[in-house]
């Protein structure tokens, strides 16, 4: 039982670059969550997925996009980096209640 | 807008003294409250969550929370911190659609010897 895991877990990319962000949990939850987290600021929602076929925007969504591939994997996807978008990415999973899982996250910087 | 905000940034505490990390909530119905630890380079650990039914509840590492609707407050405790408790603690509700957690900013737990 992995919980939720992360792929990769660090990311330099030049301004302009693609990357997408793996995420994928086995305790079978509904709900999974994109949120990055900068210092001073907390953790931020991008996008998040209630189930499995469905996606809403966070609080910051602006420069990314997101696949909710099957009830395990979600995907965060970034078309086209900017340095503003350095930081550290955590995805979530939970159950019903909303107490959440987080995988260990992913270092990107932008430069 | 809901909001969850930890009025501390940074704390420090001397080894074996108690701790209370403050959290407020703005939030009309009986909330789902939760804090989160996380230590240097690592991600998110659930300490404790408060869903309804007694307001003092105990989490892991021996910490507690106290659930206050007059306060609306949800602060943490521990009665004897240890060094290994130096970590970034956050405080999250569930928002009202019940879709999501809103996150306080996080309080800095430093610990002196």
């Known amino acids: 039982n992995a919980g939720v895991t992360q792929t990769p877990k660090f990311q330099v990319l030049k301004t302009g670059q693609s990357m997408t962000l793996q995420c994928a949990q086995d305790m079978n939850h509904n709900s999974m969550y994109w949120y990055r987290q900068d210092p001073g600021m907390g953790l931020r929602l991008i996008y998040y997925?209630?189930?499995?076929?469905?996606?809403d925007k966070g609080e910051v969504p602006n420069g990314y996009n997101v696949s909710r591939l099957n009830k395990r994997e979600f995907s965060l996807r970034l078309e086209s980096a900017a340095p503003s978008q350095t930081s550290v990415y955590f995805c979530?999973?939970?159950?019903?209640?909303?107490?959440?899982?987080f995988g260990p996250g992913t270092r990107l910087t932008v430069l | 807008a809901q909001s969850v905000t930890q009025p501390d940034i940074h704390i420090t505490v001397s080894e074996g003294a108690s701790l209370e990390l403050r959290c407020n909530y703005s939030y009309g119905a009986t909330p789902y409250l939760f804090w989160y630890v996380q230590s240097p380079g690592q991600g998110l650990q659930l300490l404790l969550k408060y869903f309804s039914g007694d307001t003092l509840v105990q989490g892991i590492k021996g910490f507690e929370a106290e659930f206050k609707r007059s306060q609306s407050s949800f602060n943490l405790r521990k009665p004897s911190v240890h060094w290994s408790d130096a970590a970034e603690y956050f405080c999250a509700a569930r928002n009202q659609a019940g879709t999501a957690l809103i996150f306080g900013k996080g309080t800095t737990l430093s610990v002196s010897s």
């Open positions: 997925s209630a189930s499995e076929g469905t996606t």
């Open positions: 979530a999973s939970s159950d019903r209640l909303n107490e959440q899982f």
